[in-house]
């Protein structure tokens, strides 16, 4: 039976974002991806609502034809039951080819618009640059004109919603001066082994809502880690309620006050990932999760580069790691 997925509205737009949502980064990236169809096929039998796809991830046109099988099945009524993000990859962060980037993602899944477009990474490759791509290639995000091609593609009605990916509060504090629109999603890394408490503050702050990617620790993804399924303090807390790890970290996820994706083309993991709604952590276990030491598992090392404008690790995420 289909669960009923609670939303969140998001404050700069007014729109409404499922609480949780379905990835479809399927490492390593292809085309033509059966299973990533397939899941959203039944991730969208299961109740789920909010699909999150990229240009990178080269998955918007296997989820463009589940979007299709599923209106033809008569899962959902109509595209607007859906909620869906995609993101511009860094060779197309220039002002004059975001707008082209956005019509192609939108070509590629077969609809006519989407609920959210985020700028996936704060930098910009060099025109033309493939992946993986070269140090040389990596380029400073001209940060007002980009998001001025964002704001066109809200204004067009392209998009219902425009964000971020991988901000830091630095990296806000830079784009938010020059806005008209400003952005109503960070797309971040946030999970117990890296839990994001200055970056959530700032963006409460701002109105910025957070959606957690790797709530699970990036499982399944080229830089997976076993963190939090090694977490003694998860594993104790998951007997004692009688759930699985993943469940206690999705739970507490949720329970920050974020949306967040999580990504399982396994049936039953997919059913369990849902179950995160009826219950709740305690005080004192919400405590002791606040203790678990901090990792950041996401890096984005392929980023630093004494040629580009990050020459480290801390210049890209701005001392938050």
């Given amino acids: 039976m289909a669960r009923t997925i609670p939303s969140t509205t998001l404050s700069s737009t007014g729109e409404t ?4 949502g379905f990835g479809t980064a399927d490492y390593p990236f292809s085309s033509d991806n059966e299973a990533v169809k397939e899941s959203v096929l039944h991730a969208i039998e299961l109740g789920c609502r ?12 296997s989820l463009g034809r589940a979007i299709a099988e599923a209106l033809r099945l008569g899962l959902i009524k109509s595209r607007d039951e859906l909620f869906i993000t995609s993101k511009l990859w860094a060779n197309h962060a220039h002002r004059e080819l975001v707008l082209p980037a956005l019509k192609n993602s939108l070509k590629n899944l077969g609809i006519k618009y989407l609920d959210l477009y985020l700028i996936h990474f704060p930098v910009s490759l060099k025109l033309g640059t493939g992946f993986p791509f070269k140090p040389d290639d990596i380029l400073q995000l001209d940060y007002e004109a980009v998001w001025e091609a964002m704001e066109e593609c809200q204004k067009l009605g392209l998009t219902k919603s425009i964000g971020v990916s991988n901000f830091s509060c630095k990296k806000l504090e ?18 117990p082994v ?5 970056l959530r503050e700032f963006c409460k702050k701002k109105g910025i ?25 998860l594993k104790e807390i998951a007997t004692a309620k009688g759930k699985t790890v993943a469940q206690v970290s999705l739970r507490w996820v949720y329970e920050q006050g974020v949306s967040l994706l999580v990504k399982s083309f396994n049936k039953e993991r997919m059913k369990e990932n849902l179950d995160i709604f009826d219950w709740e952590l305690t005080a004192e276990e ?11 598992i996401s890096r984005a090392e392929q980023f630093v580069s004494e040629e580009g404008p990050f020459k480290s690790l801390e210049m890209i995420w701005d001392g938050e790691i």
């Fill in 17 to 20: 974002i499922p609480i949780l």
């Fill in 50 to 61: 909010h699909f999150d796809t990229a240009a990178i991830y080269q998955s918007e046109v």
């Fill in 174 to 191: 830079t784009l938010l001066v020059t806005v008209k629109i400003p952005p109503a999603v960070n797309q971040v890394e946030m999970n």
């Fill in 194 to 198: 890296w839990q994001q408490k200055k």
């Fill in 209 to 233: 809502h957070i959606t957690a990617y790797s709530p699970l620790g990036a499982k399944g993804t080229a830089f997976a880690s076993n963190r939090i399924f090694e977490s003694e303090v």
């Fill in 286 to 296: 919400v405590q002791k999760i606040e203790q678990i030491p901090q990792c950041k």
